[in-house]
């Protein structure tokens, strides 16, 4: 089980690292790894759960987050419409991701982007293509096509990022540029 005191933070080099491409077949501990980051990305969006493990709640996160410099990322995001019993998620976990295209139409999130390795609150828009297609690997080698878009999109580009050492704090704008924010 992943606690918090497990997710780097931002100060952490560590983080500034160039993920390194994964070779098929997945050894079991990256297998671990990649359940126990759905666990805790899953259980941290439920209250409930959050509140008993005391996990800060995050729908993203990159295996160099754990310190493990492997070019993969998960992300559970929340799906739950307004007549569902109980919360509802879409899992997604790519290994080896690159973007291999996305729209020219830019969004922001309205409420600034959040990291489980940033424990501060960060004000300010970070600009993300709001479609964008990604392709990658599954968890059995599997050559994967995600199209993504809105919150989505926002998650897979910030994700793709921590790959590649950037933390959304590095693109940070106070102004949106009259970009729609979401
Ligand atoms: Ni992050």
């Known amino acids: 089980m992943i606690k918090m005191k497990d997710i780097l933070d931002e100060k952490d080099k ?3 690292n160039i993920s390194k491409e994964v070779t098929f077949p997945l050894s079991q501990k990256d297998k671990d790894t990649i359940n126990d980051m759905i ?5 941290s969006q439920i209250e ?6 005391n996990l800060r709640p995050g729908m993203g996160m990159a295996a160099i987050q754990l310190g493990i410099n492997k070019r993969y990322f998960v992300v559970v995001h929340e799906v739950t419409k307004e007549d569902d019993e109980e919360q509802k998620f879409d899992t997604y976990v790519i290994i080896n991701p690159v973007m291999i295209s996305h729209s020219e139409e830019e969004i922001a999130a309205d409420a600034g ?7 501060r609150d960060v004000e300010g828009y970070v600009k993300r293509y709001a479609r964008v297609k990604f392709e990658g690997y599954d968890i059995d ?3 994967i096509s995600i199209r993504a878009r809105e919150e989505l ?3 897979f580009q910030h994700e793709l990022d921590h790959l590649n ?3 959304f704090i590095d693109k940070i704008t106070n102004n949106n540029d009259g970009i729609r924010t979401i």
Do not use: T
């Open 39 to 43: 666990e805790y990305l899953h259980d």
């Open 141 to 143: 080698g599997n050559k």
């Open 153 to 155: 999109a926002i998650a």
């Open 113 to 119: 982007e959040g990291c489980l390795s940033v424990n």
């Open 48 to 53: 409930e759960l959050s509140e008993k493990y």
């Open 165 to 167: 050492g950037i933390l």
């Open 14 to 16: 560590r983080l500034r």
